[in-house]
């Protein structure tokens, strides 16, 4: 079991950063692959980013490769994502899921998921 908790998100200009953070509980947190996917109003929840377990691998969506950054502080049982350039269709409520595999963008495959967190972004 592990419980995810998002932070980070907010009310930013267009061009701006943020960074969310999602902190797991539990001791096994390097047993898990982590991902982020968002959810605009009216749309269905897509991907956004995925790290293995050991951070030795990550994936995107197109939309966020350049843009967006994913990393994990197994000390921390912290996972990050660093958002540049944001744009106004980045605006979405942003969740953490957890994996025990490696499903990368399929959201099937992440049994563990956060309450999500706002980011808006204004043009």
């Known amino acids: 079991q592990v419980q995810l908790v998002e932070s980070g998100g907010g009310l930013v200009q267009a061009g701006g950063s943020l960074r969310l953070s999602c902190a797991a509980s539990?001791?096994?947190?390097?047993?898990?692959?982590m991902g982020w996917f968002r959810q605009a109003p009216g749309k269905e929840r897509e991907f956004v980013a995925a790290i293995s377990n050991n951070g030795g691998s990550t994936y995107y969506t197109d939309s966020a490769k350049g843009r967006f950054t994913i990393s994990k502080d197994t000390a921390k049982g912290t996972v990050y994502l660093q958002m540049n350039s944001l744009k106004p269709e980045d605006t979405a409520i942003y969740y953490c899921?957890?994996?025990?595999?490696?499903?990368?963008?399929?959201?099937?495959?992440?049994?563990?998921w956060g309450q999500g967190t706002q980011v808006t972004v204004s043009s």
């Open positions: 539990g001791r096994t947190f390097n047993r898990y692959g």
């Open positions: 899921a957890a994996a025990t595999g490696w499903p990368r963008e399929s959201p099937s495959g992440y049994g563990y």
